[in-house]
Nanobody
Framework: QVQVLESGGGLVQAGGSLKLSCTAN????????MGWFRQAPGKEREGVAC????????YYADSVKGRFTISRDDAKNTLYLQMNSLAPEDTAMYYC???????????????WGRGTQVTVSS
């Protein structure tokens, strides 16, 4: 059974940083593209960043480029999202996702985590 579990969310002031982690078990982690999506209240879920199974290719939404960094440690079955210069508009539930297509899109995600809340105060 596949289990995807996020951690690291919380409350932070604008300009601050957070690092999200996601562990995925029950799948061959190194064969999956991994990504982060987020959903703010009243808004649709959107892709934030994703990283290919090789780790050599990454994709970022324009809204987070230069501020967020996605990375993976295949030995630990773990995905990370380093978030710097956080702004109130980054407030959302952040979801970890795994899929076998590239780039990873919501429609092709095979496994979702339950999410971790990130709240940025102004």
């Amino acid at each position: 059974q596949v289990q995807v579990l996020e951690s690291g969310g919380g409350l932070v002031q604008a300009g601050g940083s957070l690092k999200l982690s996601c562990t995925a078990n029950g799948l061959k982690f190194r064969d999956y593209a991994m990504g982060w999506f987020r959903q703010a209240p009243g808004k649709e879920r959107e892709g934030v960043a994703c990283i290919k199974w090789s780790g050599y290719y990454t994709y970022y939404a324009d809204s987070v480029k230069g501020r967020f960094t996605i990375s993976r440690d295949d030995a630990k079955n773990t995905l990370y999202l380093q978030m710097n210069s956080l702004a109130p508009e980054d407030t959302a539930m952040y979801y970890c996702a795994a899929g076998v297509s590239w780039p990873l899109q919501e429609s092709t995600v095979g496994h979702w985590g339950r999410g971790t809340q990130v709240t940025v105060s102004s």
